[in-house]
Nanobody, 124 residues
Framework: VQLQASGGGLVQAGSSLRLSCAAS?????????MGWFRQAPGREREFVAA????????DYSDSVKGRFTISRDRAKNTVYLQMNSLKPEDTAVYYCAAARSSYLVTTKPGYQYWGQGTQVTVSS
């Protein structure tokens, strides 16, 4: 099973980006909780956002709450992370991940499959 994250780039502070995550196996995106994590240089990978299988529940880290929105389109087999009002401290490699269950999961051990990551760089 592969997860492919895309949509990263270099932007200025205050800009927006939308990350996408597609799975090689349709059932994975459709039936599992999904999440986004990020890892900045020299730091541990941290939770950013998560969504349950049907999109009815979402959760965010305090650092992105109110600026980022996670969503999923089961018909398109894709999960998104809309990032607005980007800050330099949002600079990191962003990873999408599929949970071991259909529930919303906020911790790394709860995830079974990980994408390769997409770089987001926010300049001041």
């Amino acid at each position: 099973v592969q997860l492919q994250a895309s949509g990263g780039g270099l932007v200025q502070a205050g800009s927006s980006l939308r990350l996408s995550c597609a799975a090689s196996r349709r059932a994975l995106i459709s039936n599992n909780g999904m999440g986004w994590f990020r890892q900045a240089p020299g730091r541990e990978r941290e939770f950013v956002a998560a969504i349950n299988w049907n999109g009815g529940s979402t959760d965010y880290s305090d650092s992105v709450k109110g600026r980022f929105t996670i969503s999923r389109d089961r018909a398109k087999n894709t999960v998104y992370l809309q990032m607005n009002s980007l800050k330099p401290e949002d600079t990191a490699v962003y990873y999408c991940a599929a949970a071991r269950s259909s529930y919303l999961v906020t911790t790394k051990p709860g995830y079974q499959y990980w994408g390769q990551g997409t770089q987001v760089t926010v300049s001041s």
